[in-house]
T-cell receptor, first 115, second 116 residues
Framework: AQTVTQSQPEMSVQEAETVTLSCTYDTSESNYYLFWYKQPPSRQMILVIRQEAYKQQNATENRFSVNFQKAAKSFSLKISDSQLGDTAMYFCAFMKRGSGSRLTFGEGTQLTVNP | GAVVSQHPSWVICKSGTSVKIECRSLDFQATTMFWYRQFPKQSLMLMATSNEGSKATYEQGVEKDKFLINHASLTLSTLTVTSAHPEDSSFYIC????????????FGPGTRLTVL
């Protein structure tokens, strides 16, 4: 079974600054995906970024980037130039590659961006 | 693309009644849909996985007779909470996985159920 751990229940950052959210996971699988989802106060889950385990290059989406360390089973999310709209709960998630695979979520990190 | 809708967005019902929640993939076909439950300030808990045209697979501890799931087409899955009780009050979220392409799941906006 897979487990995902987010050790930071809450974080805060000043607008325009950079923040990094931590995530570690445990799995015996070799072929999998990792995701970061955000859930703002509206509670709509929004995909932020996705990483395929076989790719060594870290995924990047505009101000969001990840530091994927496969050997260490670490998958942190860096948010640059933080904006007020980034305030949300962030969930790290693991999915084994293959049809019907389910997402395993971490406990979440509540990020608050302060003006 | 990849929009998932849920209806209703919120519902209040009396104890003992049944409530149906719909999940639709609006612009893609979904071979698999997932139903989650989320309590305040907690993570998402997977309840069941449904594949079009077949019976849903329920997670351990989830009562299949209480939470009826029907995935009748490639764009629609429904969750019916039967004989609802106050402890069933929660936020229910569905997600859908594309028929082709990536394994990414796309989430609906959720349904808040309150049982009085």
């Amino acid at each position: 079974a897979q487990t995902v751990t987010q050790s930071q229940p809450e974080m805060s950052v000043q607008e325009a600054e950079t923040v990094t959210l931590s995530c570690t996971y445990d799995t015996s699988e070799s072929n999998y995906y990792l995701f970061w989802y955000k859930q703002p106060p509206s509670r709509q889950m929004i995909l932020v970024i996705r990483q395929e385990a076989y790719k060594q290059q870290n995924a990047t989406e505009n101000r969001f980037s990840v530091n994927f360390q496969k050997a260490a089973k670490s998958f942190s999310l860096k948010i640059s130039d933080s904006q007020l709209g980034d305030t949300a709960m962030y969930f790290c998630a693991f999915m084994k590659r293959g049809s019907g695979s389910r997402l395993t979520f971490g406990e979440g990190t509540q990020l608050t961006v302060n003006p | 693309g990849a929009v998932v809708s849920q209806h209703p967005s919120w519902v209040i019902c009396k104890s003992g009644t049944s409530v149906k929640i719909e999940c639709r993939s609006l612009d893609f076909q979904a071979t698999t849909m997932f139903w989650y439950r989320q309590f305040p300030k907690q993570s998402l808990m997977l309840m069941a996985t449904s594949n079009e045209g077949s019976k849903a697979t329920y997670e351990q501890g989830v009562e299949k007779d209480k939470f009826l799931i029907n995935h009748a087409s490639l764009t629609l899955s429904t969750l019916t909470v039967t004989s609802a009780h106050p402890e069933d009050s929660s936020f229910y979220i569905c997600s859908a996985r594309r028929r082709e392409g990536t394994d990414t799941q796309y989430f609906g906006p959720g349904t808040r159920l309150t049982v009085l």
